[in-house]
């Protein structure tokens, strides 16, 4: 259940803390609108407005839209919304940050922008980019459980960048293969429709995979000019937001990136550009350890494994990072108070 899922979200990363711009749910709005679905019922729960949504400088919390989500998803006669949401993104809709991307020389260059203001226009799903061989890795992951959820976040966040960074370039993504951390849905031809290339369900992570040579490609609506500008504001945005001194978003961010190959504080440390020492008095100001995060972390894949996957208690228990899952069950009741059944 959606209720569950909250309550269970990670001590150490607060839902009302996290807010995001409203482009999806004014997209989701006129996708049930279209189906005669009143704006009040998608709305239900929220203690939102429908005008307030469609003001560009309204921010709503994570929760909110969540369960924005839950109520279109129990609504609509319609499969795959997240992938329908996703479709109807536009460069426009990723604010400052898309007209940012899309003005860089190449996708490479853009997709450095991104990764270094991403967090100044929040989304469903954090991401990372990971250079593997000859290919890219684009990982996504949201921060907190979010339970039946998942499918419709990972949908629109891999629907929308494959599209969007497409229409920035002179022929499509050349995709390799998507993999995603949950079990085939019955609309599994949405998907086949949408991605050219292969599709794998019930992995360890949701990846989409493309050729590391689109890095090199140029950009159709390069203008270093603008880009330049745009940076600029970006740059003033995220210092005012103060992202850079959010610590603990950070270390959980990298502890998310690799499941079953959880870094120690050292090279968390090393990665965030600070000390180990420095950063464990930083997280005790704060009244946090480093472990404390990791096992959250372990909590919440957990979660999202044993509710959306077909994966064996073994191969979660090795994704959690515990070499037999007897210290895995365990360690999962210490952290949820239940065992991994309950969530089965």
């Not at 369960?67 to 992938?83: E, H, K, P």
């Amino acid at each position: 259940m959606l209720e569950q899922s909250l309550q269970n979200s990670s001590p150490t990363g607060r839902l009302d803390d996290h807010v995001l711009p409203t482009h999806i749910s004014v997209i989701l709005l006129d996708l049930l609108n279209e189906e005669g679905i009143r704006e009040k019922d998608v709305l239900e729960g929220t203690g939102l407005r429908t005008d307030d949504l469609r003001q560009h400088s309204c921010y709503i919390r994570y929760q909110q839209a969540l369960q924005m989500v839950d109520n279109a998803i129990r609504l609509s006669t319609q499969t795959g919304l997240g992938l329908m949401v996703g479709q109807r993104e536009k460069t426009s809709s990723w604010g400052i940050l898309g007209f940012t991307m899309a003005s860089c020389a190449t996708l490479g260059d853009a997709i450095d922008v991104g990764k270094q203001y991403y967090q100044t226009s929040e989304a469903l799903v954090d991401l990372d980019f990971i250079l593997d061989g000859e290919d890219i890795v684009l990982r996504c992951f949201p921060p907190y459980p979010i339970g039946k959820l998942l499918h419709f976040v990972v949908e629109d966040a891999l629907a929308s960048i494959y599209l969007v960074f497409s229409s920035w370039l002179e022929s499509p993504l050349n995709l390799k293969e998507i993999r995603l951390a949950y079990t085939r849905p019955e609309y599994a031809q949405l998907y086949e429709e949408l991605f050219p290339c292969p599709i794998h369900f019930d992995c360890a992570s949701n990846d989409m995979v493309f050729s590391a040579n689109d890095l090199n490609r140029p950009l159709l609506q390069a203008d270093p000019v603008t880009a330049q500008q745009c940076q600029r504001f970006l740059e003033s945005q995220a210092a005012e937001q103060g992202h850079s001194t959010d610590l603990v978003r950070n270390i959980r961010r990298i502890l998310l990136r690799n499941p079953g190959r959880f870094p120690n504080m050292e090279s968390v440390a090393e990665q965030l550009n600070t000390s180990a020492s420095s950063m464990r008095r930083h997280l005790l100001h704060k009244g946090l350890t480093y472990q404390q995060i990791l096992d959250d972390v372990r909590a919440t894949l957990s979660i999202e494994y044993l509710e959306n996957t077909n994966l064996s208690l073994d191969d979660i228990s090795q994704l959690a990072g515990f070499s037999d899952s007897s210290n895995f069950r365990r360690a999962f009741k210490r952290w949820t108070g239940h065992p991994p059944s309950h969530y089965r």
